[in-house]
């Protein structure tokens, strides 16, 4: 099990984006999140405007109002924005891309991977330079609303772990589950490809988790997968705003060397850039 950071609150433009810097570097993955309100003072217009969104720029013109419109630029900003902290270039040079299942590329980096989350309110970005990833973000309030769907998150073995939890524990294990389901499948590339209720997920804590096969025996070792709670109310700290981040990551053992990943960057630019955040 190889060691993964935790996800780094960043506030807009400005970050802070020297943690998600430095985990990249030390890790070869760093994980944003935010709160989308950081976000929609800093959309740019005019000449800057198409400059960001490039190739994304029919997709943009094809939303049908202002706030849908602001969310896209938002979570399209957030994601350029780690990417240019990875490669160490402006916002606007970076060129995203979709492969035919769906998921995000970086033009010109094959071997940079990317996965977006967002609800209405908050936006999640995984890097990872040392293999696919995959993330999912849920608001830790629909716990209280994901009964009425644990036939179609759970297979037999989980249910049969989880089904006697209390009511409140119960909500928060069933969305854990969906997020750490979403996430997979996303690391694979697959999106919504696969049927929740075809593997399982169990484990409990942010990083005792793993694949199943549905009767509940392990089934794949080659994917990390972590649940995060994260605060982002305005104090940061967990119980403020509590929202749980799913990460699966398929870490190619042979390029990570113990604790450092290697870097794209030139060493006299990585610390420039250090200094800069």
């Not at 608001?139 to 609303?145: E, H, K, L, P, T």
């Not at 969906?178 to 490809?193: D, F, R, S, V």
Request: a negative charge.
């Amino acid at each position: 099990m190889l060691p993964v950071p935790d996800p780094g609150v960043v506030h807009g433009v400005a970050g802070p984006w020297a943690g998600c810097l430095r985990d990249l570097e030390e890790h070869g993955l760093a994980i944003a999140v935010s709160r989308l309100d950081d976000w929609y003072g800093h959309l740019p217009t005019g000449r800057a405007l198409t400059r960001l969104l490039g190739s994304d720029r029919g997709r943009a013109a094809e939303l049908s109002t202002p706030r849908s419109r602001d969310h896209f630029l938002a979570t399209r900003l957030m994601v350029k924005s780690l990417v240019a902290t990875a490669l160490c270039c402006d916002a606007e040079a970076v060129e995203l891309a979709a492969s035919p299942r769906g998921r995000m590329l970086v033009r010109g980096h094959p071997n940079l991977h990317v996965s977006l989350t967002h609800t209405d309110d908050a936006a999640g970005v995984a890097v990872s330079r040392i293999g696919p990833v995959g993330i999912d973000l849920e608001c830790a309030a629909r716990a209280g609303s994901m009964a009425g769907l644990r036939r179609h998150i759970c297979t037999a073995a989980e249910w049969g772990e989880i089904h006697d939890l209390p009511a409140d524990r119960l909500g928060d294990a069933l969305l854990r589950r969906w997020t750490l389901k979403e996430a997979y499948t996303k690391a694979l590339g697959q999106g919504m490809h696969f049927t929740f209720t075809e593997f399982g997920v169990h484990g409990s804590g942010p990083q005792d988790w793993w694949i199943a096969r549905t009767d509940g025996s392990p089934a794949d070792g080659e994917i990390e997968l972590r649940s995060f709670d994260v605060g982002l109310g305005p104090t940061g700290i967990v119980d403020d705003g509590r929202w749980i981040l799913a990460l699966a990551w398929a870490p190619e053992r042979s390029r990570y060397r113990g604790g450092r990943s290697g870097t794209l960057l030139n060493p006299a630019l990585l610390e420039l850039l250090r200094q800069s955040h």
